[in-house]
């Protein structure tokens, strides 16, 4: 007999078909990315890393060919070690670095290895106020980086922007070693400009080196395929991501560097900038992880071979126009958004400002029409972390679907109506009276979705 696990995955896949995925860091992976991820790769060891030299001109047939000088733990390795620098490769020219990490197994790993490629105990970072769109890993006092590291908070301003303003006063009054730039509620387009010139004088007037960092997990696949300006061509030494949001591949992370590519058994470099490859190489292994997971990593190199494509461009454009849309469209029907609209792929409303009512109850409430998004704490939230006032959504999932500009429309009225009915109900038990209109909207978005099937179901 079956497990029973895989009742519970044909019910999921029921869930997804048949409902819309408004989170903004949810998407469909594509059929050959889930065929890569559950492959026999899963069977292998491979601790260390292929060899990053020797390969000229992204030859990618010469590299699924040669057989690679390693730097392994283990034998077997003469597919993996092809497979894994097809992945190295690919994120390069993707995002334009000299050098690519794709082992970390998820975005937190990424960004703990960073630190601990970078930072000595007791040293400080800059980075985004949780409350503000930040993210736990930058800095929440219930994190491991938190108790080793100090951290320094800057927030956003009235317009829901960075406060630049803030950022330099608290860049040149702590003593800071990195800044990082990224999150995970933001809709602007950040000045990473004004960031590296605030770094340039930081670095004056303490007198050491500076890591800049980006945590460009919401937006990486709006970078990779243009429509989102790159931090690493504006100065930036790091770039984390995850593999999963908007670069629509498996669940896992990746690191970009900028610098000197070498050897990660040689000892440990200086802490220097140039050399912040080596460091995070040897960060991630043997620093913070073990094994690598092979299976994902060749669904992350399958991931970034699609990401090449121009179909990818025109993908990631649509992702903007839709949110675009979507946002002007709430807005009309009483949305009160922060920011005012977005830039990217991702909206933050006010469910309180707007309808009088907070951002889990309204979650609950298209959870019962089949449309999923996150209750989200806003600058200044009184509701707490598990009952904030706002809500964040995007639009990378039902892209991917092909929903578009008419559809937006649709499914912001969708959105409208479930506020107001949200709004007369004043509570979450108060929903059961509503209960017709509610199943009304939940068959309507179930027709629609079966319009629009999910890549690989
Ligand atoms: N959990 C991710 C998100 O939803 O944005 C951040 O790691």
Redesign the pocket.
Known sequence: MKDLVFDLINQEKTRQREGLEL?P?ENYVSAPVLEAMGSILTNKYSEGYPSFEGVPDWDETKIAKEVLPNYRYYGGQINVDRIERLAIDRACRLFGADHANVQPHS?ANANEAVYYAWLSPGDKVLAMNLGHGG?LTHGSPVTRSAHIYKFVAYGTDADGDIDYEELEKLALSEDVRLILVGY?AFMKIPDFKRVVSIREKAEKKWGHEILLMADM??VAGLIAAGVHPNPLEFGFNVMTT?THKTLRGPRGGLIMTMGKVGSPLKKTPEKTLENIPILVDKAVFPGTQGGPLEHVIAAKAVAFGEALKPEFKAYAKKIVENAKVLAEELKKGGFVLQGDGTENHLILADMMKSFGIDGKMYEKALDMVGLTLNANALPGDTGGAFRPNGVRLGTPAITTRGLGVFEMKILANWMIKVAKICAKAKSTDGLDKYKDDLDKIHAEVRELALKFPVPSL
Request: proline content about 0%; charged content about 0%.
């Open positions: 989170i860091s975005g993210h995970s997990a919401h995850t």
